[in-house]
């Protein structure tokens, strides 16, 4: 078996902004980040599809730790999107004032960009990762 989508496509794509994910054959689901199989019913006819990477925020949590290399980037915001294609997918929040968040960001519509965060003593090198701000 082999992954449809291996994780320096989809950083690679990232870094143009296009967010990949996976839609199944089967039962129509779609998964991102992607998967090796569908999280709905587990199968592996998939294929690839690009989605418009706008949602909602579902939740969210700030933290005032960072991972090593960037701990002057605290506070930050992680927050949980409901993508319009349905899979949730996480990234930090840049619009905002991490000091400033109240339950009010439940429910905004937010947009996709990304970012790319440096390699670490624990990954490959550096990587594109998802980041919303506020869509209009």
């Known amino acids: 078996?082999?992954?449809k989508i291996i994780f320096q496509d989809y950083s690679?794509?990232?870094?143009k902004d296009k967010l990949l994910g996976l839609k199944c054959n089967d039962c129509g689901t779609v998964t991102c980040p992607p998967m090796m199989v569908c999280?709905?019913?587990?199968?592996?006819?998939q294929e690839i599809v690009e989605l418009k990477g706008e949602g909602?925020?579902?939740?969210?949590?700030t933290s005032y730790i960072n991972s090593e290399g960037r701990e002057n980037e605290i506070p930050i915001t992680i927050v949980m999107v409901e993508l319009d294609e349905g899979p949730w997918i996480m990234g930090n929040l840049f619009d905002?004032?991490?000091?400033?968040?109240?339950m009010?960001?439940?429910?905004?519509?937010?947009?996709?960009?990304?970012?790319?965060?440096?390699?670490?003593?624990?990954s490959a090198g550096d990587s594109a990762r998802p980041v919303f701000s506020f869509a209009l």
């Open 96 to 102: 905002i004032d991490p000091r400033t968040i109240s």
């Open 56 to 61: 909602k925020v579902v939740t969210f949590t």
């Open 39 to 45: 999280q709905n019913c587990t199968s592996t006819n």
């Open 104 to 122: 009010d960001l439940i429910g905004k519509r937010v947009k996709l960009g990304h970012k790319v965060f440096p390699g670490d003593k624990y």
């Open 12 to 15: 690679k794509a990232l870094k």
């Open 1 to 3: 078996m082999e992954y």
